[in-house]
């Protein structure tokens, strides 16, 4: 792979431009895909699931926001996971932080019909928004 580099001003080249063989990235391990699989598992395995942990207020509040339109989402509290020869909470957090965008909290996480929706910033925008019970409709979640 080439990866484009600006040159020093006082570089032989003349044009400012110098291309660098760059690596490639590295390959996830088999550690992290496997966490990455459990996570895809535990997601898809109900219609709305909930990566939360047990203190977090802005856990509580999608929680309760899914109970009050009639949810009844799986909720993983992550600090409560042990490890148990497979991801324990910390490895699954860390793992869900990579899906969100940065700068975003690593709890919660919601799952919608085993795609990822959001942290709580999401999923109150479709709330606002009118969005979110047509998705839980379209997932299952919801009947009426």
């Known amino acids: 792979m080439l990866r484009m580099e600006v040159a020093e001003s006082g570089s032989s080249t003349g044009s400012g431009v110098v291309a660098a063989e760059a690596a490639a990235p590295p390959a996830p391990s088999e550690a992290a895909m496997a966490v990455y699989e459990r996570v895809a598992r535990m997601a898809s395995g109900n219609a709305v699931v ?10 509580h509040v999608v929680k309760r926001l899914l ?3 009639g949810v009844g989402p799986t909720v993983y509290e992550l600090d409560q996971l042990g490890g148990g020869g497979g991801a324990g909470g910390r490895e699954i957090q860390a793992a869900l932080a990579q899906l969100l965008p940065p700068g975003q909290p690593a709890v919660p996480v919601v799952f919608v019909g085993g795609r990822l929706l959001g942290g709580v910033e999401k999923v109150m925008a479709c709330h606002i928004n009118g969005t979110l019970v047509p998705l839980l409709k379209q997932a299952g979640a919801l009947w009426l």
């Open 50 to 59: 909930v990566f939360s942990a047990s203190g977090c207020c802005m856990c």
């Open 67 to 69: 109970l009050g339109l």
